[in-house]
Structures are given as C-alpha cells and as structure tokens.
C-alpha cells in the first residue's frame, strides 16, 4: 500500500523567509504532484512532476523530485502572505492514475 | 470551459437519507474518481473509474455506490448516510494512465452534513 507523508504538518513563517516542505512516499513511483487549497475551496494544480530530476519553478514556489529517495521538496523563496494555505503533495501509483494524498501542510505566512 | 463540476455544493441529510452527489466533466478525460476530505486526514480516494462501464474500490468505499454509463458523469450515491459520512466531497478527473499528461482536475467541493 502506497503512503504518503508530509512534514511538517504546520508551518508558520515570516515574511521574507525561505523554508521547504518535503514529501516522502513509500513505495516506486515517478510521478508526482503538488496542490494548493485555499480555505473552504478546491485544490488548485502547482506542479506536475513525472521523471526523476524533474525541477519546476513558479514565482517563488519550486519543487523538485528524486525518486531515488522517494522524496519531493516544496520550497518557498522569501514568503509572502499570499502564499498561506495548505499545500498537498499526491503520488501516482505506477498502476495508473489513482492518486494518494499526503496530508497536508498548513502554510501561514506572517507579515 | 465549465471543466469538472459538482452538484450540489451543500447539503444537509438525516441518518438512513440516501443522496446522489453528481460529478461530470467536459475534457473527455478517461479517469475519474471521488475523495472525501476530513480535517487533518488528507484526501482518501472512496472510488475510481478507468472509463466508460468500469468502476473499482479505492481506500474507504464502504457506504458509497459509484457507477459510470458515459465518460462525462460519475455519480457518487451514499446508499444511507451516517454522521460518519460527514465530509467535504471532492471529484477529480485526468485524461488517464496512458497519456503522460495526467494532471487532475479538481471540482469545487460538496460539503454534506449528516445529523
């Protein structure tokens, strides 16, 4: 069974700093994704990661994949308050398409 | 583009009521699936289908029906509903495990009380 654990679970940052968000799972997979969740809203698609080395940037968001290690990182280049939300990392199962879900991590940002 | 969209966005129901939570999609994707969102729990897959005619369990089915008669629609039916089955619903669609674009799509939540 494939598990997926995020860490930390609660993140509260200043403005202005960096910090990571890693994802790790449990079994092989080579594809990967990130979410975004606003309160009360559906998950909005960051990144789509789907070979090993993959690197992705976004404004000051970057994520990047080794399935080697079986490890995604979220990282966050001088916070700001729009970025507070919950933040999801999914892992595809080498089967096809069905998605596991980490559980999250509560990002708030701090003026 | 309407994308994936769910019916109703909120819902109240009694213990034994049975409901039908609608799901369809407009980008001819091949899979679609159902998750229940709780408070610190992530989201768990409840069921999926590969396309047209084929449905199959994900990690917490029981309690729910799912079927899927055309590649827009995938219902989810709650046969009879339990305090426990309160949840934020969220459907999901992708073009499926044979395209490497396989970015899912999310819907816009159904959150569904039971008392």
């Known amino acids: 069974e494939l598990k997926v654990e995020q860490n930390p679970l609660f993140l509260s940052m200043q403005e202005g700093k960096n910090y990571t968000i890693y994802c790790n799972y449990s079994?092989?997979?080579?594809?990967l994704y990130w979410y975004r969740q606003d309160p009360g809203k559906s998950l909005e698609s960051l990144f789509v990661?789907?070979?090993?080395?993959a690197v992705k940037q976004e404004g000051r968001l970057m994520a990047s994949l080794d399935t080697k290690a079986r490890l995604s990182t979220l990282h966050i280049t001088a916070a700001v308050h729009d970025l507070s939300a919950t933040y999801f990392c999914a892992v595809e199962e080498t089967s096809g398409s069905r998605l596991t879900f980490g559980e999250g991590t509560q990002l708030t940002v701090n003026p | 583009n309407a994308g994936v969209t769910q019916t109703p966005k909120f819902q109240v129901l009694k213990t034994g009521q049975s409901m039908t939570l609608q799901c369809a999609q407009d980008m001819n994707h091949e899979y679609m699936s159902w998750y229940r969102q709780d408070p610190g729990m992530g989201l768990r897959l409840i069921h999926y289908s590969v396309g047209a005619g084929i449905t199959d369990q994900g990690e917490v089915p029981n309690g729910y029906n799912v079927s899927r008669s055309t590649t827009e629609d995938f219902p989810l039916r709650l046969l009879s509903a339990a305090p426990s089955q309160t949840s934020v619903y969220f459907c999901?669609?992708?073009?499926?495990?044979?395209?490497?674009?396989?970015?899912?799509?999310f819907g816009q939540g159904t959150r569904l009380t039971v008392v």
């Open positions: 999901a669609s992708s073009p499926g495990q044979y395209n490497m674009n396989t970015e899912a799509f």
């Open positions: 079994t092989t997979s080579d594809r």
């Open positions: 990661l789907l070979s090993n080395g």
